[in-house]
């Protein structure tokens, strides 16, 4: 099984570790421990003291009762005994990839989008078509498109929802459509969904409760900002959850009593993060909308309410050589649009901590003016 460099982390992995204004992810500022553990006001002794008599083992393989509970009260019809805990999003993506792929199955995944949902199938030897969203249509794609892009062996339609660089959202009506496309051909849809829109006018139903083929991923990371937890889900029906059972045996064992425990106290306080993290995206919107009016280089199809923007630049060399030159003058770190095969973009990270937006906007402004000459 070959497969290619995972373009985002690679560049991740070198680049990370030397910025000053690290701009570039796409979770909501993370929480520190203290607090999150603070946040319903209990203290870490408090929080502590409960984990301290746990015993130190595998816990609960599918993740804990408490876990499953939480995670079902996300939807509208997946029962609890069908959440499977995951290493994260990405570990709900493998198993579900995974599971379902075969050679010469076919698969459409929208593109640019997160890499994993393309170059897992591919590597399995599945025949990849994309789904291309574009810049014109506000990062849409035609449903006209997909429909062309069906085939009769097409096993799997391959979203993210909200997507990863752009934050583009597919709203219900439209998912419901691409559902009509899917059932057509018994193609199941996979989504993930780790991009919550933090807007009450936005409605974005979670795949598995509009399709009894639909396969809903999710984690931790994005939207509850606390990335250091590696815990992520699959939902989905019965028959797909004894599926993926099986080959879960084969890819990971649980996540962890601790990660186990901190996941039950972020989901029971989902209310209380997401009221704090949707004052991040209200609040670091408007300051990228100010900057991108003020800033003659940057364009900007602005994202939904979600974490995660990709802006256009106006600049007269490649983007990655930007953002290696960006870094290394001014501590900026953007991820180019390269590593989602999109050149002259950048993916912004616009939700990190206010400051650090603030300032390093600050800086690529200062950075921009070196070609205005």
């Known amino acids: 099984m070959k497969i290619p460099s995972f ?22 500022a993370s929480f520190s421990l203290d607090e999150i553990i603070r946040i319903d006001g209990t203290t870490p002794e408090e929080f502590f003291n409960k984990l301290l008599d746990r015993k130190m083992n595998y816990g609960y393989i599918e993740g804990s009762l408490e876990f499953k509970e939480e995670v079902s009260k996300l939807y509208k019809t997946v029962d609890k005994d069908n959440i499977l805990q995951t290493n994260g999003a990405t570990g709900a993506n493998i198993l579900a990839l995974y599971s379902l792929i075969e050679p010469e199955d076919h698969v459409i995944s929208m593109h640019p989008s997160y890499q994993q949902l393309y170059d897992i199938p591919k590597s399995f030897g599945a025949e990849v078509d994309f789904w291309e969203i574009k810049e014109e249509n506000n990062w849409l794609p035609s449903l006209e498109d997909l429909k ?36 057509e051909y018994d193609a199941y849809i996979l989504v993930d969904e780790v991009y919550k829109p933090l807007d009450s006018n ?19 990371s994005k939207t509850y900002s606390i990335p250091g937890v590696r815990v992520g889900w699959t939902a989905t029906n019965k028959e797909l959850a004894d599926i993926f059972r099986k080959y879960r045996d084969y890819t990971m064992i649980c996540a962890g009593v601790f990660d186990d425990f901190l996941a039950v106290h972020v989901l029971k306080n989902k209310e209380a993060v997401l009221k704090r993290n ?11 909308k100010e900057w991108v009016k003020d800033e003659p280089r940057v364009s900007l199809v602005l994202p939904k309410h979600v974490s995660t923007s990709f802006i ?9 050589t ?14 180019p649009g390269n590593r989602f095969d999109v050149e002259g973009h950048a993916r912004l990270g616009y939700c990190t901590h206010t400051e650090i937006l603030k300032k390093g906007l600050k800086e690529l402004s200062n950075y921009l003016r070196k070609f205005d000459n």
Request: glycine fraction near 4%.
């Open 278 to 288: 949707k004052e991040i995206v209200n609040t670091n919107l408007e300051i990228v």
């Open 7 to 28: 373009g985002v982390e690679e560049w991740l992995n070198v680049w990370e570790n030397d910025a000053i204004y690290d701009i570039a992810g796409s979770s909501i």
């Open 202 to 220: 936005i409605s974005v139903p979670a795949i598995v409760d509009l399709y009894e083929k639909g396969i809903s991923t999710n984690s931790l």
């Open 148 to 183: 062309r892009l069906m085939k009769k062996n097409t096993k799997m339609i391959c979203l993210n929802n909200a997507n990863n660089p752009t934050g583009t959202i597919f709203e219900e009506d439209f998912l419901k459509e691409i559902v009509k496309i899917a059932k």
């Open 322 to 335: 930007f953002c290696i030159q960006l870094l290394k003058e001014k501590g900026v770190l953007l991820v």
């Open 312 to 320: 256009k630049l106006d600049i007269p060399i490649d983007v990655e």
